[in-house]
């Protein structure tokens, strides 16, 4: 008796395992792109399944960001005079200083990745550009330009896993290159003396280095998600700085000229956070589309005024599709 039960439940269990694997199967075949990879098979027994083939996805993001940077304040005269009494000179000046401000400009990124068959390692690269040009007269007879181009790329490796069904963290590392280029240019004309004085200076910088980031996800129902996103950066390049100033007045005129080549070691953070949503249709195509705020600091990063971070910070709408 007791051998014919035995049989009984091997054959039970034969015919389970042969279930969950037949379903298993048909549940991947039937859902091919509406997995999720760190998702726990206790909570949802397809979530976790891994599709054999890889997956490329592309992505578009449109910016709209303003810069600060510090150490380009300009000091504006606000009142001046002068008085003689009794052969004492007696003088009053007023002025205020501020830092330059930017105007919000917008700029892309674009980007592309692979995941990797029958693994969650995936491998992804973005380039994003970004300039503006700012202008106008911080004093009635001084006129003053900044113009600023930003170029990064970023290469990364990401691995996705999850503590349970609505909660995804994804480790990266990679490297970053990153090109910044800025240029000052005042111009400054004084009637009382008859004299014409301005500078234009610029600064090039050029970096390569690593970089270690965590995104994280909350799911919360019918394709919408909540993700924040921190990067840290260290990039090892140079400066290349160079000065231009002129002086010219009622019988003469001074030029003055100076370069620099500086080495650096750039620190870089970077942080967004906002909502997504996804979806999948056309056979297994996934459009993924979000709406954040982003920062990017650059510490230190003013070599043509005093030391000053130069600070990006906006909105971002991003489009991609993976199949």
């Known amino acids: 008796m007791a ?4 049989k009984r439940n091997r054959v039970l269990k034969t015919l389970l395992l042969l279930f969950v694997f037949v379903s298993q199967g048909s549940l991947e075949a039937y859902y091919p792109r509406t997995y999720n990879p760190m998702c726990s098979p206790i909570c949802n027994p397809i979530c976790n399944l891994v599709p054999s083939d890889g997956e490329i996805f592309f992505s578009g993001d449109f910016l709209y960001w303003n810069v600060y940077q510090g ?3 300009q000091c504006h005269k606000v009142f001046a005079t002068e008085t003689t009494s009794a052969d004492k000179v007696s003088s009053e000046f007023r002025a205020k200083q501020s830092d330059l401000d930017a105007q919000w400009t917008p700029g892309f990124r674009v ?6 068959p029958s693994s969650k390692w995936a491998i992804a690269v973005y380039w ?4 503006f040009n700012s202008h106008g007269h911080s004093a009635p007879q001084q006129k003053l330009r900044w113009h600023l181009d930003f170029d ?24 970053r290159g990153a090109e910044i280029d800025q240029s000052l240019k005042l111009g400054r004309i004084d009637p009382c003396q008859c004299t014409l004085s301005g500078m234009h200076n610029k600064q090039d910088f050029f970096g390569v280095g690593p970089l270690m980031g965590i995104e994280a996800k909350l799911n919360l129902g019918a394709g919408f998600d909540l993700y924040g996103e921190a990067v840290a950066s260290v990039l090892f390049g140079n400066f290349d700085v160079k000065f231009k100033n002129f002086d010219r007045f009622d019988g003469g005129s001074n030029f003055s000229y100076l370069k620099q080549n500086l080495n650096a070691c750039q620190s870089v953070v970077d942080a967004a956070f906002g909502i997504s949503w996804s979806d999948s249709f056309c056979d297994g195509l996934r459009l ?15 070599r043509i005024g005093s030391y000053g971070n130069l600070c990006f910070d906006g909105g971002t709408f991003s489009a991609s599709l993976s199949y």
């Open 3 to 6: 051998t014919i039960v035995r």
């Open 71 to 73: 150490g380009l304040n």
């Open 111 to 116: 980007g592309a990745g692979y995941r990797f």
């Open 128 to 131: 994003t550009q970004f300039s």
């Open 152 to 175: 990064v790329l970023d290469i990364l490796v990401k691995y996705p896993f999850s503590p349970n069904c609505s909660f995804t963290i994804t480790p990266f590392a990679g490297v």
């Open 288 to 302: 993924t589309l979000k709406l954040g705020l982003e920062h990017h600091c650059y510490f230190d990063y003013n």
